[in-house]
């Protein structure tokens, strides 16, 4: 008790006097623990029936009794490849129900582990350890092969943008050199779809002794007015088979170069420009490769998402404008291009077996680095292109009898 004691008369406190009791603090009644001894009752090791790697997995059903008398919460801990497919969420006394244990394995051979059943009550726990093994099947082994033919010379469109390609004489006088000891013949428009005719020449053939001159003139085209789309362009030459004998379906295949320093004037999304060239149908589509300014620090124009999406979508690549380098254009060219081998797949592996896919060719592994899987085309790609008589296999796992 604290009592303040006042002077009377207005007379000031003269003295401050407390009386304080000792207080008492009364801790909660501890609650027993209720597992004086083990409350569940199942089997300690389970075989389960044989599975699949990771195609199917099996199950079993094992009873499981609560034998305390009073209930108790479940729950599990697994150890993978086994888990619990199925557990009660509680167990009265004396009661008994089924829990299922199931085996989901990723690799074959004999695999077993520890799992944990967990009893809860009052705020304490148990636990009982179950022993599971198994024995995994592998996957049946599929594989498909192509003897790899002569690669298909390509046909190349080059649609180059008048005003904006660098002074790149020496670069460009680089790549007619190289297309003239290659088997391709080349048209060169501009953005307007004129055809440029060196000598009255539309289609330049590589072979001819004044190829490296006539494709020269022809990079440099007047200065052409209206929309300016690379894509729209190509469409355009397409519908109207310019040149003539380019666009036949028996001609050999095409490829198309876009060479701009500005974006694609085109109205069409990305989607509708990858749907014009087959890329959604599985068929082997048209690629193209971009020179534009894709860098983050280019100065020399207008980056375009769309073409850049547009060439890595149709197998083909894309190089900045700014430091063209027209050795580093033929190289990535030769490797995902011109010379790309396409090994189709009979099915549709599932995404585990992509994973697991392995490729020979005559029967050396091919590292992964060197090739990839297409979703579209159910295919392997092989950018750089083998030998010609080269054995190329495919081997993957497959869930199908």
Not at 223 to 247: D, I, Y
Not at 263 to 277: F, H, N, T, V
Request: with cysteine; aromatic share 6%.
């Amino acid at each position: 008790m604290l009592a303040l004691l006042l002077g009377c008369g207005g007379r000031e406190a003269t003295s401050l006097s407390t009386d304080l009791g000792a207080v008492e603090v009364v801790a909660p009644p501890v609650k027993p623990n209720p597992f004086t001894t083990p409350c569940l009752q199942v089997a300690r090791a389970v075989t389960l029936p044989e599975a699949t790697a990771s195609c199917s997995r099996s199950s079993v059903d094992v009873p499981v009794t609560n034998t305390c008398s009073f209930p108790v919460r479940l729950s599990s801990e697994r150890s993978a490849p086994f888990g619990v497919a199925r557990l009660p969420l509680e167990l009265g006394p004396n009661a008994t129900e089924s829990a299922t244990f199931a085996f989901l394995p990723t690799s074959s051979g004999h695999q077993n582990a520890s799992l944990q059943l967990v009893a809860q009550a009052e705020g304490f726990t148990q636990r009982t350890t179950i022993t599971l093994d198994g024995t995994a099947t592998p996957a049946r082994t599929a594989s498909v092969e192509a003897r790899t033919p002569a690669p298909t010379p390509s046909e190349l469109l080059i649609i180059v943008d008048d005003d904006g390609l660098p002074d790149a004489e020496r670069e460009i006088g680089e790549m007619a050199l190289w297309l003239s000891g290659t088997l391709n013949r080349v048209v060169v428009s501009d953005l307007s779809g004129s055809v440029q005719r060196p000598d009255d020449i539309a289609v330049l053939a590589s072979e001819s002794p004044a190829f490296i001159d006539r494709f020269t003139r022809a990079m440099h085209p007047p200065r052409s007015s209206g929309r300016r789309s690379c894509h729209e362009t190509a469409l355009s030459l397409r519908k109207q088979h310019q040149p003539p004998g380019f666009w036949s379906p028996d001609a050999l295949r095409r490829t198309i170069v876009c060479i701009m320093n500005e974006a694609d004037q085109s109205d069409r999304p990305a989607s509708s420009m990858l749907g014009q060239w087959d890329v959604r149908f599985g068929e082997t589509p048209t690629p193209f490769l971009v020179v534009a300014p894709f860098g983050k620090l280019d100065t020399c124009g207008v980056a375009d998402t769309r073409l850049e999406q547009l060439a890595l979508e149709t197998g083909g690549f894309r190089e900045t404008l700014c430091e063209p380098g027209w050795g580093r254009v033929i190289e990535a060219a030769e490797r995902t291009g011109w010379l790309l081998f396409v090994l189709k797949l009979p099915v549709t592996p599932t995404v585990r077996s992509v994973e697991r896919l392995v490729v020979t060719v005559d029967g050396a592994p091919l590292p992964s680095s060197f090739w990839r899987f297409d979703t579209f085309r159910n295919a392997v790609l092989i950018p750089a292109y083998p030998e010609p008589g080269q054995v190329v296999r495919a081997t993957w796992e497959t869930c199908d009898d």
